[in-house]
DNA sequence: GAAAATATGTTCTGGTAAGAACATAAATCT
DNA sequence: AGATTTATGTTCTTACCAGAACATATTTTC
């Protein structure tokens, strides 16, 4: 298989969805966290992310934390100290199994999620809302589908 | 407007895409880095994107980097650092506009790009080659149009 | 032409980010 | 059972990330 040069390489056409992907993502990151910003709580988007998966449940171990929100437990770890420092959540052991942690919401940490996860889904909600059903189903495929390429 | 409660803010419909727009770009974000870390040339993400922009150029501010590159000039400082410690680029100042400052690949950077560009890219195109051209185009169309969202 | 506004880049801060090494615990294998 | 492997979470390192404050230089406005 021939090797590409610089010129052919940068004239692959799949080069502009990567650069789409990109743009998105970090258009819809920096909105975001415009808005958890202005909100006053105080959140980061990590910090929002596992307050807004703890809730409706009774706690999580790590592992299943990191699954949901894509964050990597070396990362994970710092993200619930600091939300164990503010109070919103907090960790103790789990009988039967001494490696597993489970982080759950505090008192405190429920009064902000029921306070701050609605709010936040309604600041996103009205730009998403400006995307067509159709549109938005076609995308979310399509996402679902670039995902799975790798 | 009456606001939105934890039940109905979790089941608005666009909140699954932002979960596979999330996850689409987590996916190649880690792909992408680990054929950086596979090449053995010890660039970063940032540091490739800032590389690849170069090359085929004789110098771009660091503003016209970070329109590209979407780095942010406080950060962009740091990784303009480091590759000038590695002696991939080098910065002069631009005779006319005291505020510019010009980053340049040196000879040896513009060896890596020339190396490390066409292998990214083959690497990358071996995942992309399984979307068909009529799902590539339209899933860039699509991002293109959440981008414009925000 | 001087003052105000804008542009560019660096520095600083707090918080991720991924990966590797580590510690501990549980499950599996023989 | 005892040894090996796998699972979970923490710690450590290097680098990035955005935003804010800053310094400097240029442009605009009056």
Redesign the pocket.
Known sequence: MATLDTQSASSQPFIPLVEELAAAY?AFS?YD??GLRKSGAGL????ARVIFTLGGTDGL???DIGDVT???????????D?LEDKGLVE?WSVE??????IVALTRRGQRVYEREFPRHVEFLKSKFDKLSAADRAKATQLLQKIKGLF
């Open positions: 970090q920096l966290a415009e980061t988007p990590s910090q171990t790590c592992k894509l964050i990597t437990k070396g990362t994970l770890t710092g993200v619930v600091r960790r039967g199994d001494g490696r597993k942690t």
